[in-house]
């Protein structure tokens, strides 16, 4: 998205009080008081956390409550990047965290479960640690033990999160595949980590259609030559028995005097290993550490996202996506969290709001393409409940356009925070947000996260000024970096993901500009990024310009060198075609909001635009496909929310 000319609307203003009613506020009161450090405001502690790793992540440490068996030697050992070495020494459980509510507010709801398959299911903090103690137990009985994976091909249900907890505090570690994926892309992924245990489920409904996965759920089980155990959730029928030889899911979380125990482990051990894409080779087996998750999930959700005690918080996200992991992670600030399992479009795109209301939601994580989508279909989110709980909307997965943000401000009213993020599944977190002490402007993001040295940098590496697009860069180590890629022993590919173009400084491949003000807006993937006559320009401005139009529902660019074209793929709006009209409307619209650069050679109607299962358009697989690779080759249909989209565009070669 193009800076515009002049400042930006400012569509929400920190509160009056907010240096003393908000998470964030009381931190810098606690610094003030207890490390005799005064700041300014947001911008002056932000320079010091990334400029003071070691004294900075130490008192986030101290200050939001880190439960160490073993105590750290100090914060930062080692600065390298990569290599950095973090709280050397410390020994703590994520699960411990997790479930800390449960000892001070066991009677109030931990997990409220909302589903198209079956009656919703809320569980106590107590329900919670108690399923979490008997899952443990039957794992334990399975074998699981300290360094074993456990996997999952399960749906966002209580039942999901209550074993990833048991797996922690084992000090297993935890790799889950949503069970939209296809079967291929569920072995691709597995098959690399070797779990010792698989949990799968029967099926599920999406909106009104069924899903049957046993066929799925078989084939995987057959894929992994080590596995000890499958443990079967009849979640679509649970009158069905499960196949022979798998463990019910009743079976493994039986009665048991077993006592809940959480292993503690040192801050980089396995907690969970996240998969990229996979869209264009094998997905990278990303592993985290138990530490740098759980400090940087505390850092986010308590002072970047205000949340707390009591509070509720939903993402809407399948457990194949990074945000799953953040969203569960809402329970180590004692928020319940409101998972939500089918499709947020049925049967109509007011689905998610009547959630956030019935369920009184302070923060309703939502995709980008999302909202634009509620706000082309006109829909009202007031009209669909109460959310008078409502204090933010959270947005990711692609840029948010000014549009996206003005629809949240004028619908919810300029009290709701329009809470755009971007970050990525290699970190599990954002690196660029909003907090609570800073405004909103619209169609920006408006500050880096805490301890997270975000800049803009030119190809040579060298710091792009305010108002030039740039790599989106990180200068120094987090803590929720990578402890590495599962299986990659001497870290090569590991560099070569984020370190080997610019030595010593995470290259993450999205445009960024950051502006005179501090915020920032990004521009879309730069492995995407169209060059025309040495002009880069990123995608995701086209396609606000392109997709505001009442004629477009969904639309794909990609530029090829040879010969020098650049190419526009549209899905028509329903009752709409592309004929030479809304050809020449979409290129007046582009040549006049954006510029001549812009403006496609060529336009083409598609029924589908590819997407991953996590909603991010594909423009490198079909650039590929329209260069001659087989589509097979290109991309990873399992992976896709379509698989079929891609069929298109290789008829569409020549």
Known sequence: MPLPPRDPDVLWRPRADARATTNLGRYLTWLAEERGLAFDGYDDLWRWSTSELDASWAALAEHL?????DRP????ASRSLPGAVWFPGGTLSYAEHALAA??????????????????????TWAELA????????GLRRLGVGPGDRVAAYLPNLPETAAAFLATASLGATWVSCAPEFGTRSVVDRLTQVDPGVLLVVDGYRYGTKVVDRRSEAAAIQDALPNLRATVWLGYLDPGRPPPPGAVPW???AAVTSAPLETLAVPFDHPLYVLFSSGTTGLPKPIVHGTGGITIEHLKALALHHDLGPGERFSWFTTTGWMMWNYLVSGLLVGSTVVLFDGDPGAPDLGALWR???ETRCALLGVSAPFLMACRKAGVHPRREGDLGALTQVGSTGAPLPAEGFRWVHDELGPDVLVSSIS???????AFVGMNPLTPVWEGEISRPLLGCAAAAARPDGTPAPPGEQGELVITEPMPSMPVGFWGDQDGSRLRAAYFDDLPGVWRHGDWVTFTERGSCVVSGRSDATLNRGGVRLGTAELYAVVEGLPEVADSLVVHLEDPDQLLLFVVPAAGHRLGDPLRQRIRVALRTELSPRHVPDRIEDVPAIPRTLSGKKLEVPVKRILQGTPPDEAAARGALADPAALDAFVALRH
Do not use: F, K, Y
Request: aromatic fraction near 4%; hydrophobic fraction near 40%; proline fraction near 4%.
């Open 355 to 357: 959630l956030a209301a």
């Open 130 to 137: 108690d399923q979490v103690r008997r899952l443990a137990a």
């Open 423 to 429: 970050g990525g599944t290699d970190v599990c977190t």
């Open 250 to 252: 009743d079976d493994l």
């Open 102 to 123: 449960a000892e001070q507010r066991p009677g109030e709801v931990a997990v409220v479960g909302a589903s198209q398959t079956r009656r919703p299911v809320e569980w």
């Open 65 to 69: 409550g880190v439960r160490w068996h």
């Open 73 to 76: 030697t100090s914060a930062l």
